[in-house]
């Protein structure tokens, strides 16, 4: 009872972090940059006779930044414009220490747009890449982030995510009268769209591995309630409704399962439901706190938060339950475990003397590395390359999502301009 009792007083506290006017469209905030991050320049996109909406060179500049493995010209430092390789005089840039050049132009084609761009490599003096893409106006930003896609591969030999989406909560108001809505935004906070609006607490979106439906717990009937929901249609169903705790799901690699936390029989264990005939398995059986689920990416494990040691630490389970073992020595608290994508290091809440902060361990070695330098980051979700990874942390007075490099180089804040932000999530690639 004392158990259930802390679990009920920490989401009561989660919850009332919750309190703040409701998110607009959200702005990055460097905050420490990488010094090893690699020069590069991205020359404004030449537009030939049109004016898009959007600045295409911005964009591709910015997510490249936003990597943490890139470090753009400043616009003052870009000593000339070229909008193509013909143009281009390999010893200004030198010059400039840029070690590669990224130039484009923008035409019109039909109700839309043509787009061109090309990579060079300074030193090299040599095109590395290009390509020729069309856009409407309103997927601007959808080309300009597939095209810093196609060079943060190129460069790195590592797939960009720069497509994907991030989901998370905001709240507005004080308590009680405490709004809650559920967002669905690009990854870098632009084109927020409200997915769900509640006057009752919404907790723990998760994407599902096709990235067209969201699970997430909301208290909305009077007590929490697992539902899913396609984002296509708005269409959702509730799965569960059991007494007590029904939390945080967490769906399996195959997207047919989802592994969730219940105390529909007194403790909180953890399950795995199927999608479709809504049959459940009960994975734990303990006096302790089991909670926080995550499924490894070959869907054989699965790694959950247990206070069976007498304080939360990190275990992982097979699939079927069996096997379980403790993960996490380093400190008294360790908690909201995630697997990277390759399944070699896991992320997670860790308390150190500086408060509660993102941190990594590698699952060969044991090392743990603390990611953040904040003192109250927590609820880490990672990219689906695994380069990065957001948190909700505070500046200030209220909440707001960070993101820290998987090497912990660089990081920087998305604020809300008018409100808080928590509980976020990071889809899988879109496409």
Same mark, same amino acid.
């Given at each position: 009872?004392?158990?259930?009792?802390?679990?009920?007083?920490?989401?009561?506290?989660?919850?009332?972090?919750?309190?703040?006017?409701?998110?607009?469209?959200?702005?990055?905030?460097?905050?420490?940059?990488?010094?090893?991050?690699?020069?590069?320049?991205?020359?404004?996109?030449?537009?030939?006779?049109?004016?898009?909406?959007?600045?295409?060179?911005?964009?591709?500049?910015?997510?490249?930044?936003?990597?943490?493995?890139?470090?753009?010209?400043?616009?003052?430092?870009?000593?000339?414009?070229?909008?193509?390789?013909?143009?281009?005089?390999?010893?200004?840039?030198?010059?400039?220490?840029?070690?590669?050049?990224?130039?484009?132009?923008?035409?019109?084609?039909?109700?839309?747009?043509?787009?061109?761009?090309?990579?060079?490599?300074?030193?090299?003096?040599?095109?590395?890449?290009?390509?020729?893409?069309?856009?409407?106006?309103?997927?601007?930003?959808?080309?300009?982030?597939?095209?810093?896609?196609?060079?943060?591969?190129?460069?790195?030999?590592?797939?960009?995510?720069?497509?994907?989406?991030?989901?998370?909560?905001?709240?507005?108001?004080?308590?009680?009268?405490?709004?809650?809505?559920?967002?669905?935004?690009?990854?870098?906070?632009?084109?927020?769209?409200?997915?769900?609006?509640?006057?009752?607490?919404?907790?723990?979106?998760?994407?599902?591995?096709?990235?067209?439906?969201?699970?997430?717990? *909301?208290?909305?009937?009077?007590?929490?309630?697992?539902?899913? %929901?396609? @984002? +296509? =249609? $708005? /269409?959702?169903?509730? &799965? !569960?409704?059991?007494?007590?705790?029904?939390?945080?799901?967490?769906?399996?690699?195959?997207?047919?399962?989802?592994?969730?936390?219940?105390?529909?029989?007194?403790?909180?264990?953890?399950?795995?439901?199927?999608?479709?005939?809504?049959?459940?398995?009960?994975?734990?059986?303990?006096?302790?706190?089991?909670?926080?689920?995550?499924?490894?990416?070959?869907?054989?494990?699965?790694?959950?938060?247990?206070?069976?040691?007498?304080?939360?630490?990190?275990?992982?389970?097979?699939?079927?339950?069996?096997?379980?073992?403790?993960?996490?020595?380093?400190?008294?608290?360790?908690?909201?475990?995630?697997?990277?994508?390759?399944?070699?290091?896991?992320?997670?809440? *860790?308390?150190?003397?500086?408060?509660?902060?993102?941190?990594? %361990?590698? @699952? +060969? =070695? $044991? /090392?743990?590395?603390? &990611? !953040?330098?904040?003192?109250?980051?927590?609820?880490?979700?990672?990219?689906?390359?695994?380069?990065?990874?957001?948190?909700?942390?505070?500046?200030?007075?209220?909440?707001?999502?960070?993101?820290?490099?998987?090497?912990?180089?660089?990081?920087?804040?998305?604020?809300?301009?008018?409100?808080?932000?928590?509980?976020?999530?990071?889809?899988?690639?879109?496409?």
């Amino acid at each position: 009872m004392k158990k259930l009792m802390a679990l009920a007083g920490f989401m009561m506290l989660m919850m009332a972090s919750l309190m703040a006017q409701a998110a607009g469209d959200l702005t990055i905030e460097i905050t420490r940059g990488n010094d090893n991050a690699i020069p590069i320049a991205v020359v404004p996109f030449r537009g030939d006779g049109v004016s898009p909406s959007e600045d295409i060179g911005k964009i591709i500049a910015d997510d490249l930044e936003h990597s943490g493995q890139f470090a753009p010209l400043a616009p003052q430092d870009l000593i000339s414009r070229p909008a193509s390789g013909d143009n281009i005089n390999y010893g200004d840039w030198r010059r400039v220490r840029a070690n590669y050049l990224v130039v484009g132009r923008v035409e019109a084609s039909g109700n839309g747009y043509k787009i061109s761009y090309e990579l060079h490599d300074v030193s090299g003096q040599r095109r590395e890449l290009g390509e020729v893409v069309t856009s409407s106006e309103d997927q601007l930003r959808s080309r300009s982030h597939y095209i810093a896609d196609q060079i943060f591969e190129k460069i790195t030999g590592i797939r960009g995510a720069f497509q994907t989406r991030i989901a998370y909560v905001t709240a507005k108001g004080v308590d009680p009268n405490i709004s809650y809505a559920l967002y669905v935004a690009d990854q870098d906070g632009h084109r927020p769209q409200q997915i769900l609006s509640s006057d009752q607490p919404i907790l723990s979106p998760a994407w599902s591995p096709d990235g067209q439906k969201l699970a997430y717990v *909301s208290f909305e009937s009077g007590r929490p309630a697992i539902y899913v %929901q396609q @984002l +296509s =249609s $708005g /269409r959702r169903v509730q &799965l !569960t409704s059991f007494k007590g705790i029904n939390g945080a799901p967490a769906w399996s690699p195959d997207g047919r399962k989802l592994a969730m936390s219940l105390s529909k029989d007194g403790n909180p264990e953890i399950y795995v439901m199927d999608v479709a005939s809504r049959s459940l398995k009960q994975l734990t059986n303990s006096s302790s706190i089991n909670t926080e689920p995550d499924w490894s990416a070959d869907g054989r494990s699965i790694l959950f938060t247990s206070d069976r040691s007498g304080q939360p630490q990190l275990y992982q389970m097979d699939a079927s339950g069996s096997n379980a073992k403790r993960m996490t020595f380093t400190g008294n608290y360790n908690a909201g475990g995630l697997y990277g994508p390759d399944n070699k290091f896991i992320f997670m809440t *860790s308390r150190t003397d500086r408060g509660f902060q993102v941190a990594k %361990q590698d @699952l +060969s =070695s $044991g /090392r743990v590395t603390i &990611l !953040t330098n904040t003192y109250q980051d927590e609820a880490p979700a990672v990219a689906p390359n695994g380069t990065m990874v957001i948190y909700a942390t505070q500046q200030g007075a209220r909440g707001v999502l960070g993101a820290v490099s998987a090497d912990g180089r660089a990081s920087f804040v998305i604020p809300s301009p008018n409100g808080e932000v928590r509980e976020p999530s990071w889809s899988p690639f879109l496409n």
